[in-house]
């Protein structure tokens, strides 16, 4: 068979031509416009290395070292301080920082022994010369109320144990005298506008019975009418005096005649209490 013959198609496949050509040209498709490209995307750069590329300028090449030219010294970095150990830290309560030590634990002898020592110290502040006596915030920092209770009870006792009759009487007199006047001396200085706690003046104005006590005992052992006004009147200058600077300066300096008045007026009057009884 040759190029030029042709094949003659059958009855049925021609007319399914026909339908076709028929359905195409009755429904012509409409062809969409063709979408616009897209702008093009900025790249991102994959680097291979995992640190990002840094703006700042390459460092300089180094220079070789000359013989005028000194090195550079690096400053040596200090030496963290070293830690506590337990002995600074056992420092800790005794200097006043930190928590204070469990005493509810320790032996009743320790409890003794430092309430001993508290009163001890804060005798030496009040009474005798040193250089705290003019704050008295610095003085009695540490007040204590044992001090001043066992010089009142011992004053009392010394006074009872000096009368020929009605001891029990004389003690009550002398213990209720002392503690009244310490409080109502108290609320004198307080009333005047004076800077200080209730309790630590109570404190103070019952150390400052110490010279009294003595004077009380020395009157007990020596029966002599001239010894006793002696004793007596040095007693009440040295407690007058350890209770000066203290009255003084916790009232305004216009008020202190109105506060010292009235603690010199007790203390006259234990003095005469001392020389009145046989």
């Known amino acids: 068979m040759s190029q030029g013959d042709t094949i003659p198609l059958n009855s049925t496949s021609q007319s399914d031509i026909d339908?076709?050509?028929?359905?195409?040209?009755s429904h012509p498709s409409t062809v969409l416009p063709a979408r616009p490209p897209s702008p093009p995307r900025a790249a991102i750069p994959v680097s291979s290395s995992p640190f990002m590329?840094?703006?700042?300028?390459?460092?300089?090449?180094?220079?070789?070292?000359?013989?005028?030219?000194?090195?550079?010294?690096?400053p040596s970095v200090p030496a963290p301080p070293p830690l506590p150990s337990s002995a600074g830290q056992s420092?800790?309560?005794?200097?006043?920082?930190?928590?204070?030590?469990?005493?509810l634990t320790e032996p009743v002898w320790d409890t003794v022994k430092r309430d001993l020592s508290r009163i001890v110290s804060n005798l030496k502040l009040v009474v005798f010369p040193n250089p705290y006596r003019e704050d008295p915030g610095k003085a009695l920092r540490d007040w204590d109320l044992w001090g001043p209770f066992f010089f009142i009870v011992f004053l009392g006792l010394t006074l009872s144990w000096s009368a020929s009759v009605k001891k029990s009487e004389?003690?009550?007199?002398?213990?209720?005298?002392?503690?009244?006047?310490?409080?109502v001396l108290t609320l004198n200085v307080l009333l005047l506008g004076g800077h200080i706690i209730f309790f630590q003046s109570l404190s103070l104005l019952g150390y400052c019975l110490f010279p009294l006590d003595v004077g009380a005992l020395i009157c007990m052992l020596k029966d002599n009418v001239i010894l006793k006004v002696v004793v007596v009147c040095v007693a009440l200058?040295?407690?007058?005096?350890?209770?000066?600077?203290?009255?003084?300066?916790?009232?305004?300096?216009r008020r202190k005649a109105l506060a010292l008045y009235p603690v010199v007026l007790m203390y006259v009057s234990v003095g005469f209490l001392i020389i009145a009884i046989d």
Do not use: C, H
Request: no cysteine; hydrophobic share 40%; proline share 15%.
């Open 91 to 103: 420092n800790i309560a005794s200097t006043g920082f930190g928590s204070p030590p469990n005493t």
């Open 170 to 183: 004389v003690f009550a007199v002398a213990f209720a005298l002392l503690a009244a006047g310490a409080v």
């Open 53 to 74: 590329p840094s703006n700042l300028r390459p460092p300089p090449p180094p220079t070789t070292k000359t013989d005028n030219q000194k090195p550079t010294r690096v």
């Open 19 to 25: 339908e076709i050509e028929n359905l195409i040209y």
């Open 237 to 253: 200058a040295w407690s007058s005096w350890a209770a000066y600077p203290f009255m003084s300066t916790a009232v305004n300096p």
